[in-house]
């Protein structure tokens, strides 16, 4: 096996000693470095010093079981909502596999460990986040050499036409402009506010957590480097979510005051938008009906209501959110609809 320089870190948690060595060995004999614990507690102190690229986990552990590790792991590290988390079980039943897959995990080896099978499963796992990711940052990177054109040739107005929230701020994180759409959602407090060129979130919470962004992004500036941020922004009155991100924009020479510096994207809120059910199968290897669930989630429903249109049971239906949380590389639904309408798959109805 092939291994890229940036070599992926696994975590192995395992109480029995000579299975974890083997899986350990196995692991590095393929190329990977490796990390080793025995129980779920030792692994949590791990994962708060390190960042693993997969964990492969056994369930039933003293102190700290499985499903323990994998609450806490999303709960104190959300930035690792993408990296899957391999369950190890000598659990074969059915029930169990889709119990198991309900509480997260992305995927599930039974043992005595067939390890051909573990190589190939890790593999295709760091090849699946590895592609997301290359969408996800192909993705941004258009977004901000097409945001950079138009500010260069101080076509702003053009931005107007864009059903997704653009603002452009200056190296301290004052607002330059808002496209319509931003505005939009600004007058009607929507998902943000804008009053004397600063720009807050509604929501006190979702706030702390876009002036963070910005900060650290205006310190990215300063420092000539680049920096993209994501977050979720909430809307009090429904619940509703859309996703933010903020980047750092090249600085154009000719212009030496006022020249954005950063952008923020905002996704389009769901109401009056569909959702490209073809795009969702191509850039995310989905089924016909995980996009069917997909793009009608997007309109908001929830998993009740979505059972109920489609004429299915909510188990089923949570089996497939399971599926689409793997494919996309999210953990919650929420993080699944802003990635979905983050893009340019929201477009307006007719």
């Known amino acids: ?6 070599t992926p870190l696994i ?14 060995e196995e692991l590095q004999d393929a190329g990977y470095r490796t990390l080793a614990a025995a129980d779920g507690h030792e692994a949590q102190r791990m994962i708060a010093r390190v960042t693993p690229d997969l964990v492969l986990c056994d369930i039933t552990m003293p102190k700290l079981d499985g499903y323990g590790l994998l609450t806490a792991m999303r709960a104190d590290r959300p930035e690792l909502a993408t990296a899957p988390f391999v369950f190890l079980t000598a659990m074969s039943e059915p029930q169990e596999v889709i119990e198991g897959k309900l509480q997260g995990a992305d995927d599930y080896l039974v043992k005595p460990v067939d390890y051909d099978l573990l190589l190939a499963t890790v593999a295709a796992r760091l090849r699946q986040v590895a592609r997301i990711r290359g969408q996800h940052n192909t ?14 040739r101080g076509s702003q107005r053009a931005l107007d036409l864009i059903t997704q929230g653009i603002v452009l701020l200056d190296q301290h994180g004052d607002v330059v402009h808002l496209n319509r759409a931003a505005q939009d959602m600004a007058n009607n407090a929507e998902f943000i506010t804008w009053r004397h060129s600063a720009l807050h979130a509604s ?13 650290d992004t205006t310190e990215a500036v300063t420092e000539g480097s680049e920096r993209v941020a994501g977050i979720i922004l909430h809307r009090s009155r429904d619940g509703r979510s859309i996703s933010a991100l903020v980047c750092t924009l090249a600085p154009d020479p000719a212009h030496t005051t006022n020249q954005p510096r950063i952008a923020l994207f905002l996704s389009p809120p769901t109401d009056g938008k569909k959702v490209s059910e073809p795009l969702l199968i191509e850039l995310f290897g989905l089924t016909p009906t995980e996009a069917r669930v997909a793009a009608i989630l997007a309109r908001g429903a929830r998993p009740s209501d979505v059972a109920d249109e489609l004429g299915v049971s909510q188990t089923t239906i949570s089996f497939h959110m399971r599926n689409l949380f793997q494919k ?8 699944l609809v802003a990635l979905i309408l983050v893009g340019p798959m929201a477009v307006k109805t007719p």
């Open 1 to 6: 096996m092939s291994i890229k320089p940036a």
């Open 11 to 24: 975590l192995v948690v395992e109480d029995e000693p000579a299975l974890r060595r083997d899986i350990v």
């Open 139 to 152: 993705e941004i990177d258009r977004m901000r050499e097409a945001l950079e054109e138009l500010s260069d």
């Open 203 to 215: 929501d006190p919470l979702c706030d702390k957590a876009l002036q963070q962004a910005i900060s």
């Open 328 to 335: 996309t590389g999210t953990h919650r639904q929420a993080d």
